[in-house]
Protein backbone atom coordinates (compact mmCIF):
# COMPACT_ATOMS: atom_id res chain seq x y z
CA UNK A 1 0.00 0.00 0.00
CA UNK A 2 1.18 3.50 -0.84
CA UNK A 3 2.67 5.16 1.88
CA UNK A 4 0.13 8.14 1.46
CA UNK A 5 -3.01 6.42 1.00
CA UNK A 6 -2.24 4.17 4.33
CA UNK A 7 -2.38 7.21 6.22
CA UNK A 8 -4.99 8.70 4.86
CA UNK A 9 -7.18 5.02 5.81
CA UNK A 10 -5.50 4.05 9.05
CA UNK A 11 -6.36 7.64 10.42
CA UNK A 12 -10.02 6.58 9.88
CA UNK A 13 -9.44 4.36 12.18
CA UNK A 14 -11.10 4.62 16.04
CA UNK A 15 -8.70 4.35 18.53
CA UNK A 16 -9.36 0.95 20.41
CA UNK A 17 -10.21 0.68 24.24
CA UNK A 18 -7.99 -1.80 25.49
CA UNK A 19 -9.54 -4.17 28.89
CA UNK A 20 -7.06 -3.82 30.90
CA UNK A 21 -5.64 -7.79 31.60
CA UNK A 22 -6.18 -7.48 35.30
CA UNK A 23 -9.71 -7.18 34.41
CA UNK A 24 -9.92 -10.65 32.22
CA UNK A 25 -8.05 -12.64 34.81
CA UNK A 26 -9.31 -10.92 37.96
CA UNK A 27 -11.43 -14.28 38.62
CA UNK A 28 -8.27 -16.74 37.92
CA UNK A 29 -9.28 -17.45 34.20
CA UNK A 30 -7.00 -20.04 32.54
CA UNK A 31 -5.47 -17.95 29.68
CA UNK A 32 -6.60 -18.75 26.37
CA UNK A 33 -6.48 -17.36 22.88
CA UNK A 34 -9.46 -15.46 23.64
CA UNK A 35 -8.25 -13.65 27.05
CA UNK A 36 -4.84 -13.65 26.20
CA UNK A 37 -2.75 -10.20 25.44
CA UNK A 38 -2.52 -10.28 21.97
CA UNK A 39 1.59 -9.19 21.00
CA UNK A 40 3.04 -8.17 18.01
CA UNK A 41 7.05 -7.32 17.25
CA UNK A 42 8.40 -4.80 14.65
CA UNK A 43 11.75 -5.86 14.09
CA UNK A 44 12.58 -9.60 13.72
CA UNK A 45 16.33 -9.08 14.08
CA UNK A 46 18.46 -11.29 17.01
CA UNK A 47 17.15 -8.69 20.14
CA UNK A 48 13.70 -8.82 18.92
CA UNK A 49 13.84 -12.51 18.73
CA UNK A 50 15.26 -12.70 21.89
CA UNK A 51 12.64 -10.20 23.06
CA UNK A 52 9.45 -12.08 21.77
CA UNK A 53 10.68 -15.43 22.86
CA UNK A 54 10.95 -14.09 26.26
CA UNK A 55 7.25 -12.48 26.48
CA UNK A 56 6.16 -15.50 24.77
CA UNK A 57 7.01 -17.81 27.83
CA UNK A 58 4.04 -15.95 29.98
CA UNK A 59 1.02 -17.62 29.39
CA UNK A 60 -1.09 -14.85 29.16
CA UNK A 61 0.19 -13.09 26.03
CA UNK A 62 -0.11 -14.67 22.61
CA UNK A 63 1.97 -13.26 19.93
CA UNK A 64 -0.13 -12.67 16.51
CA UNK A 65 1.98 -10.63 14.28
CA UNK A 66 5.39 -9.84 12.96
CA UNK A 67 7.01 -6.88 10.60
CA UNK A 68 9.98 -6.42 9.30
CA UNK A 69 11.23 -4.99 6.01
CA UNK A 70 13.73 -7.57 5.19
CA UNK A 71 11.11 -10.74 4.23
CA UNK A 72 13.41 -13.52 5.06
CA UNK A 73 13.34 -12.00 8.74
CA UNK A 74 10.14 -12.08 9.41
CA UNK A 75 9.24 -15.43 7.42
CA UNK A 76 11.85 -16.92 9.87
CA UNK A 77 10.34 -15.08 12.64
CA UNK A 78 6.57 -16.11 11.92
CA UNK A 79 7.77 -20.09 11.61
CA UNK A 80 9.33 -19.50 15.23
CA UNK A 81 6.03 -18.48 16.38
CA UNK A 82 3.94 -20.98 14.82
CA UNK A 83 6.45 -23.38 15.88
CA UNK A 84 5.94 -22.10 19.43
CA UNK A 85 1.78 -22.47 19.23
CA UNK A 86 2.08 -25.59 17.08
CA UNK A 87 -0.05 -27.65 19.44
CA UNK A 88 -2.66 -25.30 19.81
CA UNK A 89 -2.65 -24.78 15.82
CA UNK A 90 -3.37 -28.63 15.92
CA UNK A 91 -6.45 -27.84 18.61
CA UNK A 92 -7.40 -25.11 16.50
CA UNK A 93 -7.03 -22.48 19.14
CA UNK A 94 -4.62 -20.47 17.14
CA UNK A 95 -5.13 -19.21 14.26
CA UNK A 96 -1.66 -18.39 13.05
CA UNK A 97 1.03 -15.37 12.84
CA UNK A 98 0.53 -12.50 10.44
CA UNK A 99 4.24 -11.48 8.74
CA UNK A 100 4.00 -7.90 6.83
CA UNK A 101 6.48 -5.64 5.62
CA UNK A 102 4.97 -2.17 6.89
CA UNK A 103 4.74 -1.42 10.67
CA UNK A 104 2.01 0.49 10.88
CA UNK A 105 -0.40 -2.23 9.27
CA UNK A 106 0.19 -3.41 12.88
CA UNK A 107 0.14 -0.08 14.82
CA UNK A 108 -3.43 0.40 13.38
CA UNK A 109 -4.98 -2.53 14.45
CA UNK A 110 -7.43 -2.88 17.23
CA UNK A 111 -6.88 -6.53 17.66
CA UNK A 112 -3.64 -6.15 19.15
CA UNK A 113 -3.06 -4.95 22.71
CA UNK A 114 1.08 -4.55 22.74
CA UNK A 115 3.68 -4.25 20.58
CA UNK A 116 7.66 -4.87 20.66
CA UNK A 117 9.74 -2.07 18.61
CA UNK A 118 13.36 -4.02 17.98
CA UNK A 119 14.05 -2.24 15.11
CA UNK A 120 17.30 -0.20 13.94
CA UNK A 121 17.22 2.87 16.32
CA UNK A 122 16.21 5.24 13.32
CA UNK A 123 13.24 3.59 13.55
CA UNK A 124 12.31 3.72 17.26
CA UNK A 125 10.19 7.37 17.67
CA UNK A 126 8.35 6.75 14.82
CA UNK A 127 7.54 2.93 15.02
CA UNK A 128 6.63 3.49 19.15
CA UNK A 129 4.34 6.98 18.01
CA UNK A 130 2.19 4.85 15.76
CA UNK A 131 1.74 2.43 18.53
CA UNK A 132 1.32 4.84 21.53
CA UNK A 133 -1.47 6.66 19.68
CA UNK A 134 -3.43 3.55 19.18
CA UNK A 135 -2.81 2.78 23.12
CA UNK A 136 -1.25 0.38 22.82
CA UNK A 137 1.33 -1.44 25.49
CA UNK A 138 5.15 -0.88 24.46
CA UNK A 139 8.34 -2.69 24.99
CA UNK A 140 11.11 -0.58 23.15
CA UNK A 141 14.45 -1.38 22.58
CA UNK A 142 17.27 1.28 23.87
CA UNK A 143 18.14 4.23 23.07
CA UNK A 144 14.37 4.72 23.78
CA UNK A 145 14.89 7.18 20.07
CA UNK A 146 17.78 7.65 17.97
CA UNK A 147 16.83 11.47 18.40
CA UNK A 148 16.32 13.41 21.19
CA UNK A 149 12.78 15.54 20.14
CA UNK A 150 11.72 11.82 19.45
CA UNK A 151 12.73 10.85 22.91
CA UNK A 152 10.66 13.82 24.39
CA UNK A 153 7.58 13.25 22.70
CA UNK A 154 7.76 9.04 23.38
CA UNK A 155 7.75 9.70 26.61
CA UNK A 156 5.05 12.48 27.17
CA UNK A 157 2.94 10.49 24.84
CA UNK A 158 3.45 7.04 26.84
CA UNK A 159 1.74 9.10 30.49
CA UNK A 160 -0.67 11.20 28.29
CA UNK A 161 -1.32 7.60 27.32
CA UNK A 162 -1.34 5.82 30.53
CA UNK A 163 0.23 3.44 28.78
CA UNK A 164 2.52 0.12 30.13
CA UNK A 165 5.96 1.20 28.88
CA UNK A 166 9.18 -0.51 29.06
CA UNK A 167 12.62 0.25 27.92
CA UNK A 168 14.97 -2.79 26.97
CA UNK A 169 17.15 -1.79 29.47
CA UNK A 170 17.57 -5.02 31.33
CA UNK A 171 20.09 -4.56 33.70
CA UNK A 172 17.57 -2.95 36.12
CA UNK A 173 16.35 -6.15 36.43
CA UNK A 174 19.41 -8.19 37.35
CA UNK A 175 20.26 -8.57 40.83
CA UNK A 176 23.89 -6.97 41.02
CA UNK A 177 22.90 -3.76 39.66
CA UNK A 178 20.37 -3.02 42.21
CA UNK A 179 22.53 -4.44 44.98
CA UNK A 180 25.00 -1.18 43.45
CA UNK A 181 22.30 1.34 43.00
CA UNK A 182 20.83 0.52 46.77
CA UNK A 183 24.54 1.43 47.93
CA UNK A 184 24.53 4.62 46.82
CA UNK A 185 20.78 5.08 47.18
CA UNK A 186 21.38 5.04 50.75
CA UNK A 187 24.36 7.14 51.06
CA UNK A 188 26.56 4.20 52.10
CA UNK A 189 29.44 5.55 49.77
CA UNK A 190 28.41 9.32 51.27
CA UNK A 191 28.61 12.60 49.37
CA UNK A 192 28.96 11.30 45.35
CA UNK A 193 31.75 13.14 44.08
CA UNK A 194 32.27 11.19 40.52
CA UNK A 195 31.04 8.64 38.34
CA UNK A 196 32.39 6.85 35.83
CA UNK A 197 30.46 5.27 32.95
CA UNK A 198 32.31 2.96 30.44
CA UNK A 199 31.69 2.50 27.16
CA UNK A 200 32.94 -0.16 24.36
CA UNK A 201 35.22 1.34 21.62
CA UNK A 202 33.75 2.44 18.54
CA UNK A 203 34.61 -0.18 14.85
CA UNK A 204 35.96 1.02 12.21
CA UNK A 205 36.03 -0.42 8.60
CA UNK A 206 38.41 0.21 5.14
CA UNK A 207 35.07 -0.37 2.91
CA UNK A 208 34.15 2.32 1.78
CA UNK A 209 30.49 1.51 0.35
CA UNK A 210 30.22 4.42 -1.98
CA UNK A 211 28.73 2.26 -4.96
CA UNK A 212 25.53 0.31 -3.96
CA UNK A 213 25.56 -3.29 -4.16
CA UNK A 214 22.55 -5.49 -6.02
CA UNK A 215 19.50 -5.54 -3.17
CA UNK A 216 19.40 -9.22 -1.87
CA UNK A 217 15.92 -10.89 -2.51
CA UNK A 218 12.79 -9.65 -0.64
CA UNK A 219 14.77 -6.36 1.19
CA UNK A 220 12.43 -3.64 1.40
CA UNK A 221 15.57 -1.15 1.33
CA UNK A 222 13.10 1.72 0.69
CA UNK A 223 11.05 1.38 3.81
CA UNK A 224 14.26 0.03 6.15
CA UNK A 225 16.14 3.58 5.91
CA UNK A 226 12.41 4.99 6.44
CA UNK A 227 13.07 8.62 7.83
CA UNK A 228 17.02 8.25 7.40
CA UNK A 229 18.78 9.13 4.28
CA UNK A 230 18.90 6.41 1.46
CA UNK A 231 22.40 5.50 1.35
CA UNK A 232 24.00 2.87 -1.35
CA UNK A 233 23.52 -0.13 -0.25
CA UNK A 234 26.05 -2.36 1.45
CA UNK A 235 25.21 -5.07 3.59
CA UNK A 236 27.87 -3.85 6.67
CA UNK A 237 25.28 -1.09 6.38
CA UNK A 238 22.39 -3.64 7.46
CA UNK A 239 21.80 -5.72 10.22
CA UNK A 240 23.67 -5.34 13.23
CA UNK A 241 26.47 -2.99 11.22
CA UNK A 242 23.65 -0.49 11.11
CA UNK A 243 24.87 0.62 14.81
CA UNK A 244 28.15 2.38 13.16
CA UNK A 245 26.40 4.44 10.76
CA UNK A 246 25.09 7.63 12.25
CA UNK A 247 22.02 8.11 9.85
CA UNK A 248 20.90 4.57 11.60
CA UNK A 249 22.15 4.16 14.86
CA UNK A 250 24.32 6.35 17.71
CA UNK A 251 27.53 4.03 17.52
CA UNK A 252 29.07 2.38 21.03
CA UNK A 253 28.19 5.33 22.45
CA UNK A 254 24.35 5.39 21.81
CA UNK A 255 24.01 1.65 21.57
CA UNK A 256 25.47 1.66 25.29
CA UNK A 257 24.05 4.54 27.59
CA UNK A 258 20.87 2.63 27.76
CA UNK A 259 22.85 0.26 29.94
CA UNK A 260 25.45 1.78 31.49
CA UNK A 261 24.74 5.42 31.95
CA UNK A 262 20.71 4.23 32.87
CA UNK A 263 22.24 2.24 36.02
CA UNK A 264 24.10 5.48 36.55
CA UNK A 265 21.11 7.77 36.82
CA UNK A 266 19.00 5.27 38.82
CA UNK A 267 21.81 5.40 41.22
CA UNK A 268 21.80 8.65 41.41
CA UNK A 269 17.70 9.42 41.35
CA UNK A 270 17.87 11.35 38.28
CA UNK A 271 15.15 9.65 36.34
CA UNK A 272 13.29 12.60 36.11
CA UNK A 273 16.13 14.50 35.86
CA UNK A 274 19.25 15.34 34.36
CA UNK A 275 22.69 17.30 34.13
CA UNK A 276 23.36 21.30 34.21
CA UNK A 277 25.92 21.06 31.99
CA UNK A 278 27.93 18.67 29.14
CA UNK A 279 30.80 18.55 27.44
CA UNK A 280 32.14 16.48 25.03
CA UNK A 281 35.88 15.84 24.60
CA UNK A 282 38.34 13.94 23.10
CA UNK A 283 36.24 12.30 20.08
CA UNK A 284 37.56 10.57 17.18
CA UNK A 285 36.09 9.21 14.23
CA UNK A 286 37.56 6.78 11.46
CA UNK A 287 39.47 8.97 8.97
CA UNK A 288 38.32 6.54 6.20
CA UNK A 289 35.27 3.99 5.29
CA UNK A 290 31.31 3.55 5.29
CA UNK A 291 31.34 3.59 9.65
CA UNK A 292 31.17 7.24 11.12
CA UNK A 293 30.15 6.50 14.37
CA UNK A 294 33.07 8.05 17.14
CA UNK A 295 36.09 5.98 17.91
CA UNK A 296 36.87 7.23 20.76
CA UNK A 297 34.87 9.54 22.60
CA UNK A 298 34.31 11.20 26.85
CA UNK A 299 31.06 13.06 27.78
CA UNK A 300 31.58 15.09 30.86
CA UNK A 301 28.50 15.96 32.63
CA UNK A 302 27.46 18.36 35.54
CA UNK A 303 24.71 17.57 37.99
CA UNK A 304 23.65 20.49 40.59
CA UNK A 305 24.27 18.89 43.32
CA UNK A 306 28.39 18.94 42.57
CA UNK A 307 29.09 15.29 41.03
CA UNK A 308 30.19 15.08 37.57
CA UNK A 309 29.21 11.52 35.29
CA UNK A 310 31.51 11.19 32.50
CA UNK A 311 31.08 8.47 29.72
CA UNK A 312 34.10 6.93 27.69
CA UNK A 313 35.16 4.32 26.73
CA UNK A 314 39.01 4.85 27.73
CA UNK A 315 38.09 4.87 31.64
CA UNK A 316 40.25 2.28 34.64
CA UNK A 317 37.29 1.50 37.00
CA UNK A 318 37.15 -1.57 39.98
CA UNK A 319 40.03 -3.68 41.05
CA UNK A 320 41.31 -4.58 38.10
CA UNK A 321 40.61 -1.40 36.06
CA UNK A 322 37.90 -2.47 33.68
CA UNK A 323 36.41 -0.50 30.93
CA UNK A 324 32.91 -1.26 30.94
CA UNK A 325 30.73 -0.62 33.28
CA UNK A 326 29.61 2.00 35.98
CA UNK A 327 31.32 3.23 39.15
CA UNK A 328 30.42 5.59 41.79
CA UNK A 329 32.88 7.55 43.70
CA UNK A 330 31.90 9.19 46.92
CA UNK A 331 33.61 10.63 49.93
CA UNK A 332 33.41 7.34 52.09
CA UNK A 333 34.20 4.45 49.13
CA UNK A 334 32.94 3.29 46.01
CA UNK A 335 30.99 0.86 44.30
CA UNK A 336 31.78 -0.71 40.70
CA UNK A 337 29.18 -2.63 38.59
CA UNK A 338 28.96 -4.50 35.47
CA UNK A 339 27.41 -7.22 33.73
CA UNK A 340 27.87 -10.35 36.62
CA UNK A 341 29.91 -8.52 38.64
CA UNK A 342 29.94 -6.25 41.35
CA UNK A 343 33.21 -4.88 43.91
CA UNK A 344 32.87 -1.97 46.48
CA UNK A 345 35.36 -0.27 48.92
CA UNK A 346 33.47 -2.77 51.88
CA UNK A 347 33.24 -6.31 50.69
CA UNK A 348 29.83 -6.19 53.26
CA UNK A 349 27.99 -4.10 51.28
CA UNK A 350 27.72 -5.92 48.11
CA UNK A 351 26.13 -9.40 49.90
CA UNK A 352 22.60 -9.33 49.27
CA UNK A 353 21.90 -9.98 52.58
CA UNK A 354 23.44 -6.93 53.57
CA UNK A 355 20.44 -4.59 55.11
CA UNK A 356 22.08 -1.65 52.89
CA UNK A 357 19.52 1.19 54.41
CA UNK A 358 15.75 2.25 54.11
CA UNK A 359 15.98 3.21 50.51
CA UNK A 360 15.07 -0.35 48.21
CA UNK A 361 15.52 -0.01 44.26
CA UNK A 362 12.63 -1.64 42.70
CA UNK A 363 12.69 -4.99 42.86
CA UNK A 364 11.69 -7.55 40.13
CA UNK A 365 10.75 -11.05 40.08
CA UNK A 366 11.04 -13.24 37.12
CA UNK A 367 12.99 -10.76 34.45
CA UNK A 368 12.46 -7.91 32.54
CA UNK A 369 10.32 -9.66 30.04
CA UNK A 370 8.09 -10.78 32.80
CA UNK A 371 8.03 -7.26 34.56
CA UNK A 372 6.61 -5.42 31.19
CA UNK A 373 3.54 -8.54 31.49
CA UNK A 374 2.79 -8.39 35.15
CA UNK A 375 2.84 -4.73 34.01
CA UNK A 376 -0.02 -5.10 31.27
CA UNK A 377 -1.88 -7.47 34.07
CA UNK A 378 -1.76 -5.29 37.27
CA UNK A 379 -1.10 -1.52 35.47
CA UNK A 380 1.80 -1.45 37.34
CA UNK A 381 4.47 0.98 36.15
CA UNK A 382 7.50 -1.08 35.07
CA UNK A 383 11.39 -0.78 35.99
CA UNK A 384 12.16 1.22 33.24
CA UNK A 385 9.59 3.17 32.25
CA UNK A 386 9.84 6.08 29.08
CA UNK A 387 10.86 8.79 30.70
CA UNK A 388 14.00 6.93 32.66
CA UNK A 389 14.84 5.65 29.22
CA UNK A 390 14.74 8.95 27.75
CA UNK A 391 16.78 10.87 30.23
CA UNK A 392 19.58 8.22 30.48
CA UNK A 393 20.23 8.81 26.65
CA UNK A 394 20.10 12.61 27.20
CA UNK A 395 23.70 13.36 28.25
CA UNK A 396 24.86 11.52 24.27
CA UNK A 397 22.35 13.53 22.49
CA UNK A 398 24.10 16.41 24.56
CA UNK A 399 27.07 15.24 24.04
CA UNK A 400 27.12 14.82 20.41
CA UNK A 401 26.18 18.06 19.78
CA UNK A 402 28.90 19.68 21.98
CA UNK A 403 31.16 17.87 19.53
CA UNK A 404 29.33 19.36 16.58
CA UNK A 405 29.56 22.89 17.65
CA UNK A 406 33.14 22.34 20.03
CA UNK A 407 31.69 23.90 22.99
CA UNK A 408 30.13 22.84 26.11
CA UNK A 409 26.15 22.82 26.42
CA UNK A 410 24.42 24.05 29.59
CA UNK A 411 21.13 22.75 30.19
CA UNK A 412 17.91 23.12 32.24
CA UNK A 413 16.72 19.68 32.73
CA UNK A 414 13.20 20.62 34.03
CA UNK A 415 12.48 22.23 31.33
CA UNK A 416 14.70 20.18 29.26
CA UNK A 417 15.64 23.00 26.89
CA UNK A 418 19.28 24.83 26.39
CA UNK A 419 20.09 27.22 27.78
CA UNK A 420 21.53 30.73 25.99
CA UNK A 421 22.47 28.75 23.04
CA UNK A 422 19.75 29.09 20.25
CA UNK A 423 21.91 27.45 17.75
CA UNK A 424 22.68 23.75 20.06
CA UNK A 425 18.61 23.84 21.05
CA UNK A 426 17.67 23.92 17.40
CA UNK A 427 20.02 21.25 16.28
CA UNK A 428 19.46 19.16 19.42
CA UNK A 429 15.28 19.34 18.26
CA UNK A 430 15.51 19.41 14.20
CA UNK A 431 13.66 16.10 13.12
CA UNK A 432 15.27 16.05 9.39
CA UNK A 433 13.19 13.20 8.24
CA UNK A 434 13.43 11.54 4.57
CA UNK A 435 10.37 12.38 2.32
CA UNK A 436 6.86 13.03 4.16
CA UNK A 437 7.76 10.83 7.11
CA UNK A 438 6.49 13.07 10.39
CA UNK A 439 6.50 12.45 13.84
CA UNK A 440 3.50 14.35 14.75
Known amino acids: MKRRSFIKSSAALAVPTIVPASVVFAQGDKPVPSNRITVALIGCGGQGNGNLGGIMNSEEVQAVAVCDPDKGRREATKGQVQERY ?73 AKRKVIFQVGSQQRSETVFRIAVEIVMNGLIGKVNEVKVGLPTGPQTDIEGTVAEPLPEGLDYDMWCGPSRLLPFHPKRLHWDWRWCLDYGGGQLMDWIGHHNDIAHWGLEMDQSGPVRVEAKNFRFPE ?39 QWIGENGWVYVDRGRIEASNAD ?48 HLGYVSNKLKRPIQWDPKAEKVVGDDEAEKLLKTLAYRGDWKLA
Open 86 to 158: AKEAASGQFKGVDAVNDFREITSRQDIDAVIVATPDHWHGLATMAALRTGKHVYCEKPITHLFAEGQAVYQEA
Open 288 to 326: KGMWDNPIDYEIVSTYAPGYTVTLSNRHQMGKENRNMGT
Open 349 to 396: WIRESFDRGPRKAYKVKGGHHRNWVEGILTGTECICPAEAGHRSATPG
